[in-house]
């Protein structure tokens, strides 16, 4: 009998369900436990089991010292086992609520899910949360194992209403721009005794389905990566000399023989191909996950990150989106704020520009929402810093995933899944005007720059760049100042000073730095700015050189006993909630340009400024 | 012999794991222990880069304890690949004579091997060590990503992983945090076995049966190697059909009685076997969780 295809699936649901001890049921009953794993299982099961005088076979995947000195799963293990019928990689999950990233993460490539339930508890918020998770990353086949049933005396009643309530819960999971789960199989279960894991039990009469493991060898998974467009994500670019240069990565969907066209999605220049190289050399075609290296007949202007796809079946290509976002880092989504965010091999920045609703997993409401925190799911737009290739999660696992990566931590914020382009990012092409910024640079002799004074409340930034600014306008220079406290009487009002309304205030104050600079101006821009992130925004709004970061270095006593608004007095009285340096913090410039030390006379500071800017202004440096 | 469907589905993941460490990092190497993991490992590289040759360094960390067939087989199979090799061996635990013999497992393995490697890994300023680990070898391997951060200390934090999605593998760095890659994570011994068979790949003869002297050392057969290990009074080396099922340094590894002398033969006796294959390795009892203790400490 040939073998049934490689099977990747995870077990779920909610702390104590018996997830583990069901996996390490399945291994022991399907004979697949070595003897001195069991050894070293009976010793640990004296230590720290929960099983009294039986063998804890939790302990065979809860591998990490503080998950068997607590008793539960922390992160996902996998485990890889085979019968006679198929292989299997299977992902053991953590049920903890603070763990979710770590059971998105065993969802991500499966094909398959086991929902643990507790009999005796029915359906928890954490099953409601792990099923709408898998229904997220597009899981198609649904297990629910009604499990513990020996401690109801495999009640059959209890049985028939929690599968009841666990079709409902699926037919319920409507994610807008994705499918519900289709296939959906209930099995009564008793993972500590064996009931219906390998073997059929004959204390559930009642039941005539398949057992799980009977299941898991015989299900058929119906992805047909295979039958979709063609796609590549150029991963590496091989040059072994001056007469081969190869396109090396994996076929993400459908297949490709030579001759064929394929285009670069993103400039659409097209080429047809010349060799296709394998593990095994060249070869006559290629389909969804092979790994090969491809050679094109004429030349191609292409580089890693670039996807290739037929010319008659081409991806999206925008540089804004909407999509599904599980967020993933202990620092909520901030709107506005920059990630890096990786697509297929392509690598940019993104940040999300509206959160649509966050979505409650129990009961599938659309909740308004401002921000994202840990394990929630919310369905977003995103601005890509530039024009991306891809595909609808929904139609194409491969090319409509993503990930979003926090700048300063560089841990993994979020998994995204995309669900459509904005109509407004394929219709809008910038304009470009003739007289440009350097032609009014030319007729206003200087280069625009934009002076970034940041620094605490109090810290000196208005005072010290209204003295440049004099300075400036009697050299014959031709300026601006944009202040914090003027910009929230008119364009920033509808803001307050929560981190979210803080991003997006350093956002507006950028971009019209930014129109300031086009129209030749040399920009005084005095903002408190107190987020490391939003300071590299407008630094990378601007051309290179154009953003001058200059750090007013003012201890906080000495603000604070300045305080010519009575500000800190007030904040420090409780007051004022989200004030800078009292009670929301001021991440200071790790490399800013220039280093002003606050408790110098201003003039002193002035002219430091200008000593460091003049070359700059007429070009010198 | 033609490869099963899902080997060649785990091949192929392992050459773009492969591709994506070379694509994403200033200074890869190839952590290279001789070993039969190892071996598939560079068969790999060799199919991911072709026709180009390996475009990173192989790094071999010499505990002075390694079998000399081993030696002779890394000097051998570098020379035919024309590979870039890298030797280390800590020169302060060789100064200091750390031996597994008289210091014991445990800070041997700490200082040759744990210290070793990161001294390495800083002295050529390699910032992705691509290593031959499996899940399937232990419980805290288990647990572990295919693209797994390091500190600046090179430790590992097994409580707070990244998370990792589908193959979109976070390869991110802060300042001085390093990379460790383990293309063969989803990979079994099985698998191993089976693809050395079906590609025809060359692997140090000791884990094929033969004839050789053998000590009986706390329950293990130990294969004496070179007269540093004492002889207890009256003692001589019997001669028995042995070999390894995993390799280490010579006094810390145990072989088994076995008449598998091709890979073959080692798939039939896998197929029965009943023990795991780290059994044979005396560093992985010393104490509870040990494993996952030296690879906090920057194990490979």
């Known amino acids: 009998m040939p073998q049934k295809p490689l ?17 390490g049921r399945l291994l022991h009953d399907a004979g697949l436990i070595a003897e001195d794993t069991l050894a070293t299982l009976a010793g640990d099961s004296r230590r720290h089991g929960t099983t009294g005088a039986d063998v804890d076979l939790a302990l065979l995947t809860d591998g990490l010292e503080a998950e068997r000195q607590q008793g539960i799963t922390i992160d996902v293990a996998w485990r890889y086992f085979a019968t006679p019928a198929r292989h299997f990689i299977l992902a053991d999950c953590p049920g903890h609520p603070q763990h979710t990233r770590n059971m998105a993460t065993g969802a991500a490539r499966a094909d398959l899910a086991i929902l643990l339930v507790d009999a005796r508890a029915g359906l928890l918020p954490q099953t409601y949360r792990h099923a709408a998770i898998c229904a997220l990353f597009g899981i198609r086949h649904l297990v629910v194992g009604i499990n513990k049933l020996d401690l109801l005396d495999f009640d059959q009643a209890v049985f028939e209403r929690i599968a009841a309530e666990a079709r409902a819960m699926a037919a319920a999971l409507a994610i807008p721009h994705l499918a519900a789960i289709p296939h959906l199989v209930v099995i009564p279960l008793s993972a500590r005794h064996g009931d219906n894991v390998a073997h059929p039990s004959a204390r559930i009469p009642w039941y005539a389905g398949p057992t799980l493991l009977h299941h898991l060898e015989t299900i058929t998974i119906d992805e047909t990566a295979t039958e979709k467009p063609f796609r590549f994500p150029i991963q590496w670019v091989n040059r072994r000399d001056e007469t081969f240069r190869g396109l090396a990565g994996t076929v993400a969907s459908g297949r490709i023989a030579l001759g064929d066209p394929v285009t670069v999605a993103t400039s659409g220049a097209t080429a047809p191909l010349a060799r296709i190289l394998g593990p095994g050399g060249d070869q006559p075609e290629a389909q969804d996950g092979d790994a090969v290296t491809l050679v094109v007949a004429a030349p191609l202007d292409c580089a890693r990150g670039d ?159 209204k003295l440049v600014e004099q300075h400036l306008y009697h050299a014959g220079c031709h300026t601006f100042a944009l202040d914090g406290d003027n910009l929230r009487h008119g364009l920033n009002r509808d803001l307050g000073f929560t981190p979210r309304d803080r991003v997006e205030n350093i956002r507006r104050a950028g971009e019209v730095a930014k129109l300031m600079v086009e129209a030749g101006l040399i920009v005084l821009a005095s903002f408190i700015s107190p987020y490391r992130a939003e300071r590299r925004l407008v630094r990378e709004m601007l051309a290179p050189g154009e953003f001058v970061e200059i750090f007013m270095d003012t201890p906080l006593d000495l603000c604070a006993a300045r305080d010519p608004k009575g500000l800190y007095a007030r904040a420090r009285r409780g007051e004022i909630p989200n004030f800078t340096g009292i009670n929301s913090p001021y991440e200071p410039p790790e490399s800013p340009d220039l280093t002003l030390d606050g408790q110098s006379p201003p003039e002193t500071l002035a002219r430091q400024v200008l000593a460091h800017i003049l070359p700059r202004i007429t070009g010198e440096a | 012999m033609p490869l099963p469907p899902h080997l060649r589905r785990l091949e192929a993941e392992a050459i773009a794991i492969l591709r994506e460490t070379l694509a994403s990092f200033r200074a890869p190497a190839l952590l290279y222990s001789i070993g039969k993991d190892s071996s598939v490992l560079l068969h790999l590289a060799q199919k991911a880069f072709a026709p180009a040759a390996i475009p990173f360094p192989l790094l071999h960390i010499a505990t002075g304890w390694d079998f000399a067939e081993m030696l002779a087989f890394r000097d051998r199979r570098a020379a035919e690949l024309g590979a870039h090799l890298l030797v280390h061996t800590n020169p302060d635990g060789l100064a200091r004579g750390i031996s597994p013999i008289t210091h014991g497992s445990r800070l041997h393995m700490d200082t040759m091997g744990t210290e070793a490697l990161k001294q390495a890994l800083d002295l050529h300023a390699i910032d992705a060590a691509i290593g031959g680990a499996r899940r399937d070898e232990e419980k805290s391997r288990a647990k572990e990503r295919i693209f797994s951060p390091r500190t600046q200390g090179h430790a590992w934090d097994p409580r707070s992983q990244r998370p990792e999605f589908w193959t979109l593998f976070n390869t991110s760095l802060g300042p001085g945090e390093t990379m460790r890659v383990f293309p063969l994570s989803d990979w079994t011994e099985l698998d191993i076995w089976t693809y050395i068979a079906a590609e025809g790949i060359p692997v140090v003869p000791l884990y094929f049966a033969a004839p050789r002297p053998v000590l009986r050392r706390a329950g293990a057969l130990i294969v004496r190697d070179d007269d540093r290990m004492p002889l207890a009074p009256g003692e001589t080396p019997e001669t028995l059909w042995v070999r390894f099922r995993t390799m280490g340094d010579w006094p810390l590894t145990g072989a088994h009685e076995s008449r598998a002398a091709t890979p073959a033969q080692i798939l039939a006796e896998l197929a029965i076997a009943r023990t795991s294959e780290r059994h044979g390795r005396l560093i992985d009892h010393d104490q509870d969780a040990a494993m996952e203790r030296k690879k906090r400490e920057g194990y490979f």
């Not at chain 1, 099977?7 to 996996?23: H, Y």
């Not at chain 1, 929904?394 to 409509?400: E, I, K, V, Y």
């Open chain 1, 307 to 465: 996807l290739l796809a037929p010319p008659t079946a081409r991806p999206n290509v925008a540089d804004q989106f909407a999509a599904h976002l599980l967020w993933t880092d202990d620092a909520p989504l901030l709107p506005g704020r920059q990630y890096r965010m990786r697509l297929g091999t392509t690598w940019t920045t993104a940040s999300v520009t509206t959160i649509k609703h966050r979505l409650d997993p129990q009961t599938q409401a659309h909740e308004a929402a401002t921000t994202l925190s840990a394990n929630e799911i919310g369905l977003c737009t995103l601005a890509a810093a530039t024009p991306l290739a891809f595909d609808a999660y929904a139609t194409n696992r491969a090319t409509g995933a993503f990930i979003l990566v926090n700048r300063d931590t560089n841990r993994t914020a979020a998994a995204g899944m995309i669900a459509h382009p904005l109509r407004r990012a394929t219709n809008i092409h910038p304009e470009a005007y003739p007289v440009d910024k350097q032609a009014r640079g030319v007729a206003l002799r200087q280069r625009p720059l934009v002076l970034w004074f940041t620094g605490l409340s109090a810290s000196g930034k208005t005072t010290v760049a």
């Open chain 1, 7 to 23: 099977l990747r699936l995870l077990t779920c649901g909610a702390v104590d369900d018996g997830k583990s001890t069901l996996i």
